[in-house]
């Protein structure tokens, strides 16, 4: 049973619009989520979080939303640049949980110049 | 450059051998993680450290046997490995475990093992 799901596998946005990625979960427990940038032949690399008593995290290009009572959240970029095509992974956890990060399938972004 | 170092880069090895995949920081992070990835999947958790001592092991098999000499470093002794055991293996470390809030994972750029 997959708690945390990226629907879309694949996305493709021309550069300097905005790209826009999704994440459900199904676990109303989790109050902490992530999004990872993985490149080729690289390990993932931390992007962007949100605790779950926001809505908004902000930090440079790149925004997190977190809908609770839709379960859901997504990440924008903008203006979308070449360099951040990658696969992008949404996460989840328990704060305190000795349990760790639910990964979602991940989502191949690509930025057409 | 990531801040977490895995050697080897790539390995292949027989079913019959027996290797050691390593890793390394140097941030002070007090908690360490094995994760494999296959291709087109999310990482999946392996095994946690914390404060040097295993605190997670996820039903892992025995072929697969981990170790934390020091703070510093994991390993991850491989012995009798099955093909389907190829994959990439991530390690990552995160200040406090166990890697959540204010704690985001920081992880190496893995070992690509092709078991044959």
């Known amino acids: 049973d997959q708690q945390v799901k990226q629907n879309s596998p694949s996305l493709s946005v021309q550069e300097g619009r905005i790209s826009i990625l999704n994440c459900d979960y199904t676990?109303?427990?989790?109050?902490?989520f992530l999004w990872y940038k993985k490149y080729p032949a690289e390990g993932p690399t931390f992007l962007i979080s949100?605790?779950?008593?926001?809505d908004k995290n902000e930090d440079g290009r790149f925004t997190v939303f977190l809908n609770k009572s839709a379960k859901h959240l997504s990440l924008h970029i903008v203006p979308s640049q070449p360099g951040d095509s990658a696969v992008y992974f949404c996460a989840a956890t328990l704060s305190g949980s000795a349990r760790q990060l639910t990964f979602g399938s991940g989502t191949q972004l690509t930025v057409l110049p | 450059d990531t801040e977490v170092t895995q050697t080897p880069k790539h390995l292949v090895m027989g079913m019959t051998n027996k290797k050691s995949l390593k890793c390394e920081q140097h941030m002070g992070h007090r908690a360490m993680y094995w994760y494999k990835q296959k291709a087109k999947k999310p990482p999946e958790l392996m095994f946690v450290y914390s404060y040097e001592k295993l605190s997670i092991n996820e039903s892992v098999p025995s072929r697969f046997s981990p170790e934390c000499p020091n703070s510093s470093l994991l390993n991850l002794h491989l012995h009798a490995l099955q093909p389907e055991d190829s994959a990439l293996y991530l390690c990552?470390?995160?200040?406090?475990?166990?890697?959540?809030?204010?704690?985001?994972?920081?992880f190496g750029n893995g070992t690509r093992l092709t078991v044959t």
């Open positions: 676990n109303s427990m989790f109050d902490y």
């Open positions: 949100i605790s779950s008593i926001k």
């Open positions: 990552a470390s995160s200040q406090m475990p166990p890697g959540g809030a204010n704690s985001p994972l920081h």
